[in-house]
């Protein structure tokens, strides 16, 4: 079993930045498939990028690319979002997941199988 925990949202100002840390317990994750998604309130849970088990390749939704940056250190058993020049529709709560079935890029959330808890984001204008 794998446990995930994603730390390091809160509240910042549009054109603003914050780092997401998704950090996994109970089995390396250094074979696993990874993503971010995130939800706001009345919507679904969408996409928002995806990495490969090396890091060495990524993928995202067009409406983050070129401001945010996914990123992995397997030796840390961690997953990181940058996320810069937020804004006020990136509003939402950031989950993380791991899909232990493949090695590249998975953007569908139906794929994982294992979930965080969820982190909070709010950008304000």
């Known amino acids: 079993q794998v446990q995930l925990v994603e730390s390091g949202g809160g509240l910042v100002q549009a054109e603003g930045s914050l780092r997401l840390s998704c950090a996994a317990s109970?089995?390396?994750?250094?074979?696993?498939?990874m993503g971010w998604f995130r939800q706001a309130p009345g919507k679904e849970r969408e996409f928002v990028a995806a990495?490969?088990?090396?890091?060495?390749?990524?993928y995202y939704a067009d409406s983050v690319k070129g401001r945010f940056t996914i990123s992995r250190a397997n030796a840390k058993n961690t997953m990181y979002l940058q996320m810069n020049s937020l804004k006020p529709e990136d509003t939402a709560v950031y989950y993380c997941?791991?899909?232990?079935?493949?090695?590249?890029?998975?953007?569908?959330?139906?794929?994982?199988?294992?979930w965080g808890q969820g982190t909070q984001v709010t950008v304000s204008s």
């Open positions: 997941a791991a899909d232990p079935q493949r090695f590249g890029i998975v953007t569908q959330k139906e794929e994982y199988d294992y």
């Open positions: 109970g089995r390396t994750l250094s074979n696993y498939a």
């Open positions: 990495i490969s088990w090396s890091g060495s390749i990524t």
